[in-house]
């Protein structure tokens, strides 16, 4: 699996996915690297509360899913139940996460995103769109 990170530029507002890059020379900077070529390498500097890393998994529709996007989920035991939530990373069980919502029964927590991915659908990011979240309150 390809690691990827996503950044936003915070001049031009736009969205750059690649290598995420921090190098002490470069001072507090953020970068993402969209191809490395050698000493002919693009870096672009991104802020970096806007970084989020891929999960390596893809929404219904096929989608790319990255940590700070506002998924909608389709409730397991209630078909026609829908909750939106934003993916987060749990540093403590290694694993991407929807806060909220709660695992099946005989697992604690909340929902891992690996096993719901074909029940969730990107809608936004937790950057461009937090106003997803407040009105699913």
């Known amino acids: 699996m ?7 530029q915070t001049e031009s507002g736009e969205w750059y996915h690649g290598y995420y890059v921090k190098a002490p020379r470069w ?7 969209m191809d490395y070529h050698g000493p002919s390498t693009i870096a672009h500097e991104v802020d970096g509360d806007t970084l989020g ?5 893809k929404d219904k529709n096929g989608d790319e899913i990255f940590e700070g996007d ?5 409730v397991h035991s209630a078909p026609k139940l829908f909750m939106t939530t934003e993916v987060k990373w749990d540093a403590k069980t290694a694993q991407f ?10 697992y604690i927590g909340e929902q891992a ?4 991915r074909q ?9 461009d769109n937090p106003d997803l979240l407040k009105e699913a309150e």
């Open 97 to 106: 996460y929807l806060p909220g919502i709660k695992a099946p029964k005989g």
């Open 27 to 33: 001072g507090d900077a953020h970068y993402i690297i």
């Open 119 to 127: 029940l969730a659908e990107v809608i936004g990011n937790i950057h």
């Open 53 to 57: 890393m891929c999960t390596g998994l």
């Open 2 to 8: 390809e690691i990827k990170f996503r950044g936003k």
């Open 70 to 74: 506002i998924v909608i989920y389709k």
């Open 113 to 116: 995103l690996s096993g719901t």
